[in-house]
C-alpha cells in the first residue's frame, strides 16, 4: 500500500525557474494538502483541497498555485521560483477534512532555490 | 488565532530516561488535539489524539491528557528507546469549516544507548 507518494524527492531550482511538484494518494481520500516545513517554523498550510474540483489558500499561498487534477491527485507549480520558497514540502491526506481525522504524509520533497 | 507553544530543542535522553514534551495551546472552542511524530527522513505520522477535556491518548508507550484547564497536551513516556529518535510535533484542530490544522514548531528528540 504505497500511501502518499511525492515526486521529485529533491530538487535544486534557479531563481525564477519554474516547477511542479506531483502529488497522488491511493486511499480514496477526499481532502488533500500541502504544507512546507522550515527549521524553527514548523509545519504551515499552503493549499489545501477539501473535495476533488475545489481548492482553497492556506496560511501561506503567495507564490503557489494548485491544481486538483482528480480526486487521487494534487500538485504544487512555483511559477517563478524565489530564495525564499527553498524548504522541504509535504503533501498529505485525509478521508473528510479535518475534524478527528488524521492526516497521512508523503515523504518529502526538498527544494533549494539559488 | 489559534497556536501551539512547545518546549524548545533538542532534547537529549539516554535510553530507559523518562520523558516529557511540553505542549501549550490558545483555540477558539474546544479543539481536538494530536501528537504527529517524524523519524529521519520520512514525513509525519500521527502518534496519538484527544478530542475532548480529559481524554488520554496513547500509542507505543506514549501518553497525553487534554488538560482544559490548563490548555496543554504533554507528551509523556516511561522508558525511551534508540529508535524514539525524531521530531515531534504538537497540533490542534478547532474544527468548523476551516481546514487548518496548527503545528507546534517541533521538538527534536535524540536519545542514546
Known amino acids: 500500500n504505497a500511501g502518499v507518494t511525492q515526486t521529485p524527492k529533491f530538487q535544486v531550482l534557479k531563481t525564477g525557474q519554474s516547477m511542479t511538484l506531483q502529488c497522488a494518494q491511493d486511499m480514496n481520500h477526499n481532502s488533500m494538502y500541502w504544507y512546507r516545513q522550515d527549521p524553527g517554523m514548523g509545519l504551515r498550510l499552503i493549499y489545501y483541497s477539501a473535495s476533488e474540483g475545489t481548492t482553497d489558500k492556506g496560511e501561506v499561498p503567495n507564490g503557489y498555485n494548485v491544481s486538483r487534477l482528480n480526486k487521487r491527485e494534487f500538485s504544487l507549480r512555483l511559477e517563478s521560483a524565489a530564495p525564499s520558497q527553498t524548504s522541504v514540502y509535504f503533501c498529505?491526506?485525509?478521508?473528510?477534512?479535518?475534524?478527528?481525522?488524521?492526516?497521512?504524509f508523503g515523504s518529502g520533497t526538498q527544494l533549494s532555490v539559488l | 488565532g489559534d497556536s501551539v507553544t512547545q518546549m524548545e530543542g533538542p532534547v537529549t535522553l539516554s535510553e530507559e530516561a523518562f520523558l516529557t514534551i511540553n505542549c501549550t495551546y490558545t483555540a477558539t472552542g474546544y479543539p481536538s488535539l494530536f501528537w504527529y511524530v517524524q523519524y529521519p527522513g520520512e514525513g509525519l505520522q500521527l502518534l496519538l489524539k484527544a478530542t475532548k477535556a480529559d481524554d488520554k491518548g496513547s500509542n507505543k508507550g506514549f501518553e497525553a491528557t487534554y488538560r482544559k484547564e490548563t490548555t496543554s497536551f504533554h507528551l509523556e513516556k516511561g522508558s525511551v528507546q534508540v529508535s524514539d529518535s525524531a521530531v515531534y510535533f504538537c497540533?490542534?484542530?478547532?474544527?468548523?469549516?476551516?481546514?487548518?490544522?496548527?503545528f507546534g514548531k517541533g521538538t527534536l528528540l535524540t536519545v542514546n544507548p
Open positions: 498529505a491526506s485525509s478521508s473528510q477534512g479535518w475534524d478527528n481525522e488524521k492526516l497521512f
Open positions: 497540533a490542534l484542530n478547532s474544527g468548523g469549516s476551516n481546514y487548518k490544522l496548527t
